[in-house]
Structure formats: structure tokens, C-alpha cells
């Protein structure tokens, strides 16, 4: 019904960026909810950052100030812009939508998870 892909995961150096895009494409009504999770090897999965429909923001410590969210409503796609990365931001990281279909059941998707990796 609904598929969430990611895409500009990359191998940069440290103090490079990187602009991770999310787009979800299926019967959607609305996403009232985009959020952004990494998972680094042998770590546990973090929230990176939200972004609600509404436009409101709110980022992890560990990103905060160097990370950016930005969407495209129209277009069902939410970015993530990332500035200084450092060698700790290397993970593989996923999108997920709250999202409400046409048929006004509520669902929460992933995408397959896109590959940061921050060395020098």
C-alpha cells in the first residue's frame, strides 16, 4: 500500500554533507509525521530527528545544530540535510512515516535504510 524510499546515503570524509531524501509514494492521505533513525554496528537504534506535518522539528542532542529537516508535502518527501558529519554519524539510516491512507486507516512505514559512512 504505501513505500517509503530512501536515497544519498554515501562514504564522505569527516566535515563533508550529505542531504538524505525520504519518498513515499502509495494510497496516502496525508504523513502527519516524518521521522529519521540510525543504526550504527553493534549499537542501538537512535531517533535522529522528527519533523511533524505542522513543519515543527525536533532533533537528538548529538545532532543538533549540524542536522536539518526540510519536507516537501506536496511531493510526499522529507530531506535531511546533514552538515559536519563526523565519523560517530556513520550508520545506516531509516525513514518512517505516520501516515493516514485514503481509506483513513493509519499506518506506520519504513523505508529499507540508507548507508552513511564518515571516514577519513
Known amino acids: 500500500q504505501v513505500q517509503l524510499v530512501e536515497s544519498g546515503g554515501a562514504l564522505v570524509q569527516p566535515g563533508e554533507s550529505l542531504r538524505l531524501s525520504c519518498a513515499a509514494s502509495?494510497?496516502?492521505?496525508?504523513?502527519?509525521?516524518m521521522n529519521w533513525y540510525r543504526q550504527a554496528p553493534g549499537k542501538q537504534r537512535e531517533l535522529v530527528a522528527v519533523?511533524?506535518?505542522?513543519?515543527?522539528?525536533n532533533y537528538a542532542n548529538s545532532v543538533k545544530g549540524r542536522f536539518t529537516l526540510s519536507s516537501d508535502n506536496a511531493a510526499n518527501t522529507g530531506y535531511l540535510q546533514m552538515n559536519s558529519l563526523k565519523p560517530d554519524d556513520t550508520a545506516v539510516y531509516y525513514c518512517?512515516?505516520?501516515?493516514?491512507?485514503?481509506?483513513?486507516?493509519?499506518?506506520?512505514?519504513w523505508g529499507q535504510g540508507t548507508q552513511v559512512t564518515v571516514s577519513s
Open positions: 519533523i511533524t506535518s505542522d513543519g515543527s522539528t
Open positions: 518512517t512515516a505516520d501516515i493516514i491512507l485514503i481509506t483513513g486507516e493509519q499506518l506506520d512505514s
Open positions: 502509495g494510497n496516502i492521505l496525508s504523513i502527519y509525521a
